[in-house]
């Protein structure tokens, strides 16, 4: 069965970071290590709940740097 998103669903901030999660093979909980916030402040993000700006910062800032590392461990290969 697949699942059919709306325009609003696929451009949500929530979205892209569950999308972005998921593309560096992260769990919730080792997300919410990294950023130092908890494994409810990264639900709250991808179910696009109400969250303190500080708590998305800290996620969006942890995924980007994830990331930033994995590009920079593929040049060197």
Known sequence: MTTVLSADRKLSLG???RRLR???LLTTQELA???GVSREDVN???NNLPLQL???RKLFRALRA???GSKE???KL
Do not use: G, Y
């Open 15 to 17: 979205f892209k970071a």
């Open 22 to 24: 998921l593309s560096q």
């Open 33 to 35: 290590i990294m950023a």
């Open 44 to 46: 709250l993000l991808e």
């Open 54 to 56: 500080d708590s998305k």
């Open 66 to 68: 994830r990331k930033a």
């Open 73 to 75: 461990h593929s040049a």
